[in-house]
């Protein structure tokens, strides 16, 4: 079994921003040489997910009001800032595992990766990608 791991960096524009990273982890995927296995994304940060969504701009925006209103950004918290970044990272994962089949990510018809930016600003993240299998 072989293992191939390759860092990404994507820029964010504020708070809520979705990036589509599928065609930067497919990339990976391909550089990997890696036909049959798993690709895991992972995004080391304390105040960012990432999700399998359709993406289409109406979704967009109601996940967007969905998590606005669930964890409300001038709610009245302790934590000063940005308690309401860290309690969305507590309920979307910073990871997601994708089959690779043929050396492509087996994703359905409509999935796309995304990285939301649940901070208070833009940022540069970084995005770990290992890809295991044969």
């Known amino acids: 079994m ?4 390759e860092e990404l960096s994507i820029r ?3 708070p809520f921003d979705m990036v589509n990273i599928t065609g930067l ?10 036909k049959n296995g798993l690709a895991h994304v992972f995004a080391p940060h304390a105040t960012g997910v990432l999700a399998l969504i359709e993406d289409e701009p109406g ?5 967007i009001d969905v998590l606005k209103r669930l964890v409300p950004p001038d709610g009245s918290y302790r934590h000063p800032v940005n308690a309401y970044s860290h309690i969305i990272s507590m309920f979307l994962p910073p990871d997601r595992t994708l089959p ?10 409509w999935q796309s990766l995304v990285f939301i930016e649940a901070d208070t600003h ?5 995005i ?6 044969e």
């Open 2 to 5: 072989r293992v191939y791991v």
């Open 128 to 133: 770990v990608v290992q890809v295991v299998g």
């Open 100 to 109: 690779v089949v043929d050396g492509r990510l087996a994703l359905g018809t």
């Open 25 to 34: 982890v497919e990339d990976v995927v391909k550089r990997s040489g890696i």
């Open 59 to 63: 979704l967009r925006a109601d996940i």
């Open 122 to 126: 833009a940022r540069t993240r970084r």
């Open 12 to 14: 964010t524009r504020g």
